[in-house]
C-alpha cells in the first residue's frame, strides 16, 4: 500500500469516511452553486467577467487564512491568532516596503518570517505544553495585537514602493495578481493535503491521535509543521492585504479568523479533525465573498447584510449535513 | 468531546477574567506621589490613530504642567471603561479625563465619578450624563462640511454614495446627519447607495469595487465617514480608471490623507483638531483642579481641507 496510515484503519470505515467527505463537498458545492444564480436572476450586474474577478480578487486574502486553518483543524487543533498574524506582517513588511529603501524581496521575506515565528510559537507551545490549542492561539491573538501596535506605535505604515504594491494591486496578462496567488496556493496545499505523507499524517493525527501515535507518527512534529505552515499562509495573506490597500496597518485582520474558520467549516471541515479539503475550504471562502458582493449589488442596508449572512452561512451547513445524514 | 468543549469554556472564561482584574489592579501601581496632581485618563481606543494623537497631546502637555497621568485603554468597552473609573475613584486621583466608549453605555462612568466628588471631564465624545466639561467637536458639523464640498463641487446635481462608520456608534450617526441635512437641501444631490465600511479601509476598498460593479461611472462624488474608508474609495476608483470624474471627500485628515490630497487623489478632508482636543482637556484639568473657572463646554470647530489650505495642515 502506498499508503502507511491507512494500513491499520477499518477499511469500511474508511471508505464511508471517504464518501462522506466527498457528499459533503458536493453539498456545499450545490448550495454554493444555488446562491450564484439566485444572485445573478436578482441582480443583472452579478454575473460579469469584471464582478466575478473582483469577488475572487477579494475572497482571495481570506481563503490563504482559511487554507492554513484547514491544516489546523484537519489535525483535530484550531488557530484564532491568524488574524492577529495578519496585523504584525502588515507592520513589518510595510516598514521593510517604502520606496527606494530595500528591493521589494525583502519586506515579503520579514513578513513571512514574523508570520513563520508566531506559528512556530503556537506550535511550540501547544506541543510542549499540552494546553489547548484554543487557549494558545487567544493568547497568542492578543500577543500579536500588541506586537503590530508595539511596532506601528498604533499608526499606519504608509509610503509603500510600486513595485511592493504590485503583489495585492497588480495584474499579469490582466488576471489580478491575487487570484494568480491564489490558484498557485490553492493547488500547493491541496498537493500537500492530498499527495504527500505529512497530509495523510495530518488526516491521521486529527481522525485518531491515539492510533496515529501508535502506529508511529511524530504527533508533535505535525503539529509544529501544522500551526507554522498555517503562520506562514497568515504572513502571506497580510502581504496581500498590505500591499492591496498600499498600507501597513496595525489593527487590519480584526475578526479576520472567524471569516477563514467559517470558510473551512463551511467547506465541510469538521471541528472535530481528521476531515476536510482544499477544494471545500475554497468553496466555503467563495461563498461567504459571493454573499457579501451580491448584497452590496442589492444595495441591501448594513442592518440587514448581517443577518441575511448569517442566515445563508447556518443554511449552507444544514443542507450539507442533511446531505450527509441521508447517506 | 462535549465534556472538553466545556471544560476549554471554562477555561478560557478563567482567562479572561482573571486578565481583567490584572487590567485592573495594574492601574493601581501608579500611585500618587506626593503633591503632584494625579489625572486618570481612559481611552476610547488606542487602536485609532486620531485617539492616539488626542492621547499623546494629553501626554504632552500633562508633562508641561508636571501632572502625574494614568492612562488606560478602553479597548472599546464601555464596561471596561467604567471598571476604569471606578478604579480610579478608589486611587482617589483628582480629576479624572474620559474619552467616552458609547453615549448611553458610559453614562454611569460619569455619575460616579461626579457622586465621589471627582470631576470628570468628557474629551472628543458624548455621554448622556453631563460631566463636569465637555472638550471635544461636533461631528455633525464634520458630515456637513464634507457633503457642503460635494454639493458645490457637483454644483447640486449628480449621484453620491456614503460609507457609514460601524452602525451606532455616535460620530457615524452624527456624520451621517450633518451629510443628509445638506443633502436635503439640493434635491438634485441623491444617494444612490450608502453601506458600511466599518471604519476601515480594506473592507471600504472592497466595498467601492461592488459599487462600482453596480452603478459604474454613474458615481459622481463619495462621502466618505473617516479617512481610512477614503483612502479605501480612494484606490478602487483609481484601480477602475474612473478616480478623475469621481469627488471623493472623507474626514479626519489623518497624515494619509493629506498626502492624498497633496497628489490630488482625495479631493477634501474634514480635520478634526485633536492636539487642540488633547491640549484643551489638560488645561481644563488643572484650572478645576485649582479651583479657577473654567469653560463647561469647549468646541474646536471642524475646518474643510483641499489643496489650497493644505499647507496649515502637512507637519
Same mark, same amino acid.
Given at each position: 500500500?502506498?499508503?502507511?496510515?491507512?494500513?491499520?484503519?477499518?477499511?469500511?470505515?474508511?471508505?464511508?469516511?471517504?464518501?462522506?467527505?466527498?457528499?459533503?463537498?458536493?453539498?456545499?458545492?450545490?448550495?454554493?452553486?444555488?446562491?450564484?444564480?439566485?444572485?445573478?436572476?436578482?441582480?443583472?450586474?452579478?454575473?460579469?467577467?469584471?464582478?466575478?474577478?473582483?469577488?475572487?480578487?477579494?475572497?482571495?486574502?481570506?481563503?490563504?487564512?482559511?487554507?492554513?486553518?484547514?491544516?489546523?483543524?484537519?489535525?483535530?487543533?484550531?488557530?484564532?491568532?491568524?488574524?492577529?498574524?495578519?496585523?504584525?506582517?502588515?507592520?513589518?513588511?510595510?516598514?521593510?516596503?517604502?520606496?527606494?529603501?530595500?528591493?521589494?524581496?525583502?519586506?515579503?521575506?520579514?513578513?513571512?518570517?514574523?508570520?513563520?515565528?508566531?506559528?512556530?510559537?503556537?506550535?511550540?507551545?501547544?506541543?510542549?505544553?499540552?494546553?489547548?490549542?484554543?487557549?494558545?492561539?487567544?493568547?497568542?491573538?492578543?500577543?500579536?495585537?500588541?506586537?503590530?501596535?508595539?511596532?506601528?506605535?498604533?499608526?499606519?505604515?504608509?509610503?509603500?514602493?510600486?513595485?511592493?504594491?504590485?503583489?495585492?494591486?497588480?495584474?499579469?496578462?490582466?488576471?489580478?495578481?491575487?487570484?494568480?496567488?491564489?490558484?498557485?496556493?490553492?493547488?500547493?496545499?491541496?498537493?500537500?493535503?492530498?499527495?504527500?505523507?505529512?497530509?495523510?499524517?495530518?488526516?491521521?493525527?486529527?481522525?485518531?491521535?491515539?492510533?496515529?501515535?501508535?502506529?508511529?507518527?511524530?504527533?508533535?512534529?505535525?503539529?509544529?509543521?501544522?500551526?507554522?505552515?498555517?503562520?506562514?499562509?497568515?504572513?502571506?495573506?497580510?502581504?496581500?492585504?498590505?500591499?492591496?490597500?498600499?498600507?501597513?496597518?496595525?489593527?487590519?485582520?480584526?475578526?479576520?479568523?472567524?471569516?477563514?474558520?467559517?470558510?473551512?467549516?463551511?467547506?465541510?471541515?469538521?471541528?472535530?479533525?481528521?476531515?476536510?479539503?482544499?477544494?471545500?475550504?475554497?468553496?466555503?471562502?467563495?461563498?461567504?465573498?459571493?454573499?457579501?458582493?451580491?448584497?452590496?449589488?442589492?444595495?441591501?442596508?448594513?442592518?440587514?447584510?448581517?443577518?441575511?449572512?448569517?442566515?445563508?452561512?447556518?443554511?449552507?451547513?444544514?443542507?450539507?449535513?442533511?446531505?450527509?445524514?441521508?447517506? | 468531546?462535549?465534556?472538553?468543549?466545556?471544560?476549554?469554556?471554562?477555561?478560557?472564561?478563567?482567562?479572561?477574567?482573571?486578565?481583567?482584574?490584572?487590567?485592573?489592579?495594574?492601574?493601581?501601581?501608579?500611585?500618587?506621589?506626593?503633591?503632584?496632581?494625579? !489625572?486618570?485618563?481612559?481611552?476610547?481606543?488606542?487602536?485609532?490613530?486620531?485617539?492616539?494623537?488626542?492621547?499623546?497631546?494629553?501626554?504632552?502637555?500633562?508633562?508641561?504642567?508636571?501632572?502625574?497621568?494614568?492612562?488606560?485603554?478602553?479597548?472599546?468597552?464601555?464596561?471596561?471603561?467604567?471598571?476604569?473609573?471606578?478604579?480610579?475613584?478608589?486611587?482617589?486621583?483628582? !480629576?479624572?479625563?474620559?474619552?467616552?466608549?458609547?453615549?448611553?453605555?458610559?453614562?454611569?462612568?460619569?455619575?460616579?465619578?461626579?457622586?465621589?466628588?471627582?470631576?470628570?471631564?468628557?474629551?472628543?465624545?458624548?455621554?448622556?450624563?453631563?460631566?463636569?466639561?465637555?472638550?471635544?467637536?461636533?461631528?455633525?458639523?464634520?458630515?456637513?462640511?464634507?457633503?457642503?464640498?460635494?454639493?458645490?463641487?457637483?454644483?447640486?446635481?449628480?449621484?453620491?454614495?456614503?460609507?457609514?462608520?460601524?452602525?451606532?456608534?455616535?460620530?457615524?450617526?452624527?456624520?451621517?446627519?450633518?451629510?443628509?441635512?445638506?443633502?436635503?437641501?439640493?434635491?438634485?444631490?441623491?444617494?444612490?447607495?450608502?453601506?458600511?465600511?466599518?471604519?476601515?479601509?480594506?473592507?471600504?476598498?472592497?466595498?467601492?469595487?461592488?459599487?462600482?460593479?453596480?452603478?459604474?461611472?454613474?458615481?459622481?462624488?463619495?462621502?466618505?465617514?473617516?479617512?481610512?474608508?477614503?483612502?479605501?474609495?480612494?484606490?478602487?476608483?483609481?484601480?477602475?480608471?474612473?478616480?478623475?470624474?469621481?469627488?471623493?471627500?472623507?474626514?479626519?485628515?489623518?497624515?494619509?490623507?493629506?498626502?492624498?490630497?497633496?497628489?490630488?487623489?482625495?479631493?477634501?478632508?474634514?480635520?478634526?483638531?485633536?492636539?487642540?482636543?488633547?491640549?484643551?482637556?489638560?488645561?481644563?484639568?488643572?484650572?478645576?483642579?485649582?479651583?479657577?473657572?473654567?469653560?463647561?463646554?469647549?468646541?474646536?470647530?471642524?475646518?474643510?481641507?483641499?489643496?489650497?489650505?493644505?499647507?496649515?495642515?502637512?507637519?
Amino acid at each position: 500500500m502506498e499508503n502507511p496510515v491507512q494500513t491499520d484503519r477499518n477499511p469500511t470505515v474508511e471508505a464511508y469516511k471517504t464518501r462522506m467527505r466527498g457528499i459533503g463537498k458536493y453539498g456545499i458545492f450545490v448550495a454554493f452553486l444555488l446562491i450564484c444564480v439566485v444572485l445573478s436572476v436578482v441582480t443583472p450586474k452579478f454575473l460579469t467577467v469584471s464582478n466575478l474577478t473582483i469577488v475572487v480578487t477579494q475572497v482571495s486574502i481570506n481563503a490563504l487564512l482559511a487554507f492554513g486553518v484547514t491544516f489546523v483543524i484537519i489535525t483535530g487543533g484550531i488557530d484564532l491568532s491568524i488574524g492577529s498574524t495578519v496585523a504584525v506582517t502588515s507592520v513589518v513588511a510595510a516598514s521593510f516596503a517604502h520606496p527606494d529603501t530595500y528591493p521589494v524581496l525583502v519586506p515579503i521575506l520579514t513578513g513571512l518570517a514574523a508570520g513563520l515565528l508566531l506559528g512556530a510559537f503556537n506550535g511550540l507551545v501547544i506541543t510542549k505544553s499540552k494546553v489547548p490549542p484554543f487557549i494558545v492561539t487567544l493568547g497568542t491573538m492578543t500577543i500579536g495585537r500588541g506586537l503590530a501596535l508595539i511596532l506601528s506605535k498604533g499608526r499606519p505604515v504608509s509610503n509603500l514602493s510600486d513595485s511592493f504594491n504590485f503583489i495585492g494591486g497588480g495584474q499579469i496578462v490582466g488576471i489580478p495578481t491575487p487570484i494568480i496567488i491564489l490558484l498557485v496556493f490553492f493547488i500547493l496545499c491541496s498537493v500537500v493535503l492530498k499527495k504527500t505523507v505529512l497530509g495523510r499524517y495530518m488526516y491521521a493525527v486529527g481522525g485518531n491521535e491515539q492510533a496515529a501515535k501508535a502506529s508511529g507518527i511524530q504527533l508533535n512534529k505535525v503539529k509544529m509543521v501544522v500551526y507554522t505552515l498555517c503562520g506562514g499562509l497568515a504572513a502571506l495573506a497580510g502581504i496581500l492585504l498590505t500591499s492591496r490597500i498600499t498600507t501597513g496597518q496595525p489593527n487590519a485582520g480584526v475578526g479576520f479568523e472567524l471569516d477563514a474558520i467559517a470558510a473551512a467549516i463551511i467547506g465541510g471541515t469538521s471541528t472535530s479533525g481528521g476531515t476536510g479539503t482544499m477544494t471545500g475550504t475554497l468553496i466555503g471562502a467563495l461563498l461567504i465573498g459571493v454573499i457579501s458582493n451580491g448584497l452590496d449589488l442589492m444595495n441591501v442596508t448594513s442592518y440587514y447584510q448581517q443577518v441575511v449572512m448569517g442566515i445563508i452561512i447556518i443554511g449552507a451547513v444544514v443542507l450539507d449535513s442533511l446531505n450527509q445524514h441521508k447517506n | 468531546m462535549k465534556r472538553i468543549n466545556f471544560i476549554h469554556l471554562l477555561i478560557l472564561t478563567t482567562v479572561l477574567f482573571t486578565g481583567c482584574n490584572q487590567s485592573t489592579s495594574s492601574e493601581k501601581s501608579g500611585e500618587s506621589g506626593g503633591k503632584k496632581l494625579v !489625572v486618570g485618563v481612559t481611552m476610547l481606543s488606542m487602536q485609532n490613530e486620531f485617539i492616539v494623537n488626542v492621547s499623546d497631546e494629553i501626554e504632552k502637555k500633562a508633562r508641561e504642567s508636571d501632572i502625574e497621568l494614568i492612562t488606560v485603554d478602553a479597548e472599546r468597552s464601555a464596561l471596561k471603561q467604567i471598571e476604569q473609573v471606578e478604579s480610579f475613584i478608589a486611587q482617589k486621583v483628582d !480629576v479624572i479625563i474620559m474619552n467616552p466608549c458609547e453615549v448611553e453605555a458610559s453614562s454611569p462612568a460619569v455619575t460616579k465619578a461626579l457622586a465621589a466628588n471627582i470631576p470628570i471631564i468628557n474629551v472628543n465624545s458624548e455621554t448622556t450624563a453631563k460631566p463636569s466639561a465637555f472638550i471635544g467637536s461636533d461631528d455633525v458639523e464634520s458630515g456637513r462640511i464634507a457633503m457642503k464640498f460635494i454639493a458645490e463641487k457637483l454644483k447640486g446635481k449628480g449621484n453620491v454614495v456614503m460609507m457609514h462608520g460601524y452602525m451606532g456608534q455616535a460620530a457615524q450617526i452624527k456624520r451621517e446627519q450633518g451629510a443628509r441635512e445638506i443633502l436635503k437641501q439640493y434635491p438634485n444631490l441623491k444617494l444612490i447607495a450608502h453601506q458600511t465600511g466599518e471604519w476601515d479601509r480594506a473592507k471600504a476598498m472592497s466595498l467601492m469595487e461592488n459599487w462600482i460593479q453596480s452603478y459604474g461611472n454613474t458615481i459622481n462624488a463619495v462621502f466618505a465617514q473617516n479617512d481610512e474608508m477614503g483612502m479605501g474609495a480612494v484606490k478602487a476608483l483609481t484601480d477602475a480608471g474612473l478616480k478623475d470624474n469621481v469627488v471623493v471627500v472623507s474626514i479626519d485628515a489623518i497624515p494619509d490623507a493629506l498626502q492624498a490630497v497633496k497628489k490630488g487623489t482625495l479631493d477634501a478632508t474634514v480635520f478634526q483638531n485633536a492636539e487642540q482636543q488633547g491640549a484643551q482637556a489638560i488645561e481644563t484639568a488643572l484650572k478645576i483642579a485649582k479651583g479657577q473657572t473654567y469653560e463647561k463646554e469647549t468646541l474646536i470647530p471642524f475646518q474643510l481641507v483641499t489643496k489650497d489650505n493644505l499647507a496649515k495642515f502637512m507637519k
